[in-house]
C-alpha cells in the first residue's frame, strides 16, 4: 500500500490550498483516512478524519470551520480543502489510512503513512 500526497506549497495568510493523497490497494474504500501535520520543532498532530462511507468526519479544533476532508472512493483518493491559512498551519502535512475503517483521532491507530507534502504560509 502506498499513499502519495501533493498539493503544497506557499501561500499568503488567508490563501487557500487543496491537498490530494492517493492510495494504492482496491480496499482503499474499506479505510477511514486521515491527515496529520508537524511544524517544526513540534510533535506531529491531528487535523482531519474521515470514514470509509465520508459519514462520519472530525477535526482538530484549530482547523475547523477552515479546513475540510472529504473523499473520493472511485478515485481512491482523500481530499483536504485549507481555506483562511494562517502561518500557524504552516507544516508537513501528512495522509494516513487506517484499515480497521472507523476515523481516529490518534496517529497510533493508522497503518500506512504518505511521504508528507510541505505546506507554508507566510504573513
Known amino acids: 500500500v502506498q499513499l502519495q500526497a501533493c498539493g503544497g506549497g506557499l501561500v499568503q495568510a488567508g490563501g487557500s490550498l487543496r491537498l490530494s493523497c492517493a492510495a494504492s490497494g482496491r480496499t482503499f474504500s474499506y479505510w477511514a483516512m486521515g491527515w496529520f501535520r508537524q511544524a517544526p520543532g513540534k510533535e506531529r498532530e491531528f487535523v482531519a478524519t474521515i470514514s470509509w462511507s465520508g459519514g462520519t468526519i472530525s477535526y482538530a479544533d484549530s482547523v475547523k470551520g477552515r479546513f475540510t476532508i472529504s473523499r473520493d472512493n472511485a478515485k481512491n483518493t482523500v481530499y483536504l480543502q485549507m481555506n483562511s491559512l494562517k502561518p500557524e498551519d504552516t507544516a508537513v502535512y501528512y495522509c494516513?489510512?487506517?484499515?480497521?475503517?472507523?476515523?481516529?483521532?490518534?496517529?497510533?491507530?493508522?497503518?500506512?503513512w504518505g511521504q508528507g507534502t510541505l505546506v507554508t504560509v507566510s504573513s
Open positions: 494516513a489510512a487506517n484499515r480497521d475503517s472507523l476515523p481516529r483521532r490518534e496517529s497510533r491507530y493508522y497503518d500506512y
